[in-house]
């Protein structure tokens, strides 16, 4: 397919009439600067697409049922993982296809052409597998498959209720496994993940310091060793006094000292950092996957993002627990949670830059490194993932880094129009192909779930 852009975003900046030809391989053919009007389709503005690294598409369908406080004492994380788990002891194989799909397709349309789905959810209610212990892992791929994002899966290892060892209870069943059959698991899971297109991804995910034992995690690191490797980390000021009180040292503090965290670690919050452990995370390279809408929604705190960037952090952006699905959202939010914390502005850009572009120039390169995805530039060999913005869809100037600053600060997804993941052209006129019959068959799922909660 040849794609004709007034203006495109390539890795040497923006440059005026290119044409970018998609080959059968789901990859980059050619890039070139020309007037030839010769396209299949022409967009005003086209910018490789963001990779979301961090989601559990199952919370979608709870968004927005926990915003009424509680009837004593102060609402939490906490208290909104109680109701978590109340949702998910309900969900069926059919209904957790059925609410990926509508966030993959939601995703799409929010101009991200990749996802990396941290999976935990692998039980029946009963605590007990299923027949196949990848049940639900093939409902994953089926959802990814049947929407054409480009998917990484992260099997996540889910063994402890704390930090002092305790039995998983309630909700935490459906999660639950031991090493050995987790490693069956992740075996069945390659297995499945056969079916879907060649730009599949698979990654390991120890859930956090609380549900993952030292061990565990350690022979996790060596199972896939060069796959991505996600972790929560840091969220909550409770889990940082867990940690500390039976390790003696804060949780991103007590990973640089016990492994190698590197480039293909991405460490999920990274929320509560002390300077010489925000410090220590940037120089490793490894990614902060930082969720700035959902860690508002859950009042979690804010990251140390200025000092972060500032000796050279690598950060990604993911929508966890999927309360918004948005890429512009996740981005502003993230500036204005610093302007909020700084009491200034512009405060992640470089000084004489533009902070949409910082934002996200950045968000790309962590979330492909994240993803273990070869995405994230518009040049020969990369991968398609590809997104168009339309900005007479917002009210921002609209050109060259204008378009960024455009699109994150004074408009919203409605801005995108197109978007193609690994050469899937899956979304066209700000809808995803498949948009009516998912959305349809989620509506359904949805009411259906609220009668039996
Ligand atoms: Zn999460």
């Known amino acids: 397919m040849r794609i004709k852009a007034e203006q ?45 690294l961090h989601s559990h598409t199952f919370q979608r369908a709870m ?24 949702f998910l002891d309900v969900l069926t194989p ?12 939601e995703m799409l349309e929010a101009g991200f052409g990749a996802v990396a789905e941290f999976h935990y959810l692998h039980h029946a209610p009963s605590g007990l597998p299923y027949d196949d212990l990848g049940e639900l892992a093939g409902r994953i791929a089926a959802a990814a498959g049947q929407t054409g994002i480009g998917l990484t899966l992260l099997p996540v290892h889910y063994r402890t209720g704390g930090l002092d060892g305790r039995a998983l209870a309630g909700g935490q069943r459906r999660f639950g496994n031991d090493l050995d059959r987790f490693v069956k698991l992740v075996e069945r899971s390659r297995e499945i ?5 060649f730009d599949t991804h698979m990654g390991l995910a120890p859930h ?36 500390l009180a039976a390790t003696g040292r804060r949780p991103v503090e007590w990973l640089m000292d016990n492994f190698e965290v590197g480039p293909r670690w991405c460490l999920i919050h990274a929320t509560h950092m002390t300077g010489e452990e925000t410090s220590r995370l940037a120089r490793s390279g490894a990614v902060a996957g930082l969720c700035p809408v959902t860690e508002g929604n859950l009042g979690d705190g804010i990251f140390e993002g200025v000092a972060f960037l500032e000796e050279g952090g690598h950060f990604g952006v993911g929508s966890d627990s999927n309360i918004r699905i948005t890429a512009g959202e996740e981005l502003r939010q993230l500036e204005y949670s610093q ?33 273990g995805r070869e995405s994230g530039a518009i040049r020969e060999g990369a991968l398609a993932d590809l997104v168009a913005l339309d900005p007479a869809r917002f009210a921002g100037s609209g050109k060259d880094d204008g378009l960024l600053n455009g699109w994150i600060f004074t408009g919203d997804d409605r801005a995108v129009t197109d978007v193609w993941s690994a050469g899937r052209h ?3 006129g700000g809808r995803h192909l498949y948009r009516d019959a998912i959305a349809a068959r989620y509506r359904a799922v949805l009411a259906d779930v609220m009668g039996r909660l």
């Open 339 to 371: 302007r909020l914390k700084h009491k200034g502005r512009a405060v992640l850009a470089e000084p004489g830059g533009s902070v949409g572009r910082r934002l996200y120039d950045g968000a790309l390169k962590g979330g492909t490194r994240a993803l």
């Open 8 to 52: 495109a975003l390539l890795p040497d900046g923006w440059a005026q009439d290119v044409v970018v030809e998609t080959g059968a391989d789901g990859r980059i053919a050619s890039v070139s600067k020309s007037a030839d009007p010769a396209a299949d389709i022409t967009v005003p503005a086209l910018l490789p697409a963001l990779s979301n």
């Open 94 to 105: 059919d209904e957790i296809e059925a609410i990926a799909a509508f966030a993959f397709t």
């Open 426 to 428: 899956v979304v066209m």
């Open 63 to 86: 968004a927005g049922l926990t915003e009424t406080r509680g009837p004593e004492g102060r609402d939490s994380f906490w208290t909104w993982r109680v109701l978590m788990y109340r």
């Open 208 to 243: 956090s310091l609380r549900a993952a034992p030292a061990e565990d995690i350690a022979a996790l690191e060596k199972l896939l060793p060069d796959a991505p490797f996600h972790l929560h980390a840091a969220e909550q000021e409770a889990e940082i006094e867990e940690v």
């Open 193 to 197: 993940l056969k079916a879907l297109p």
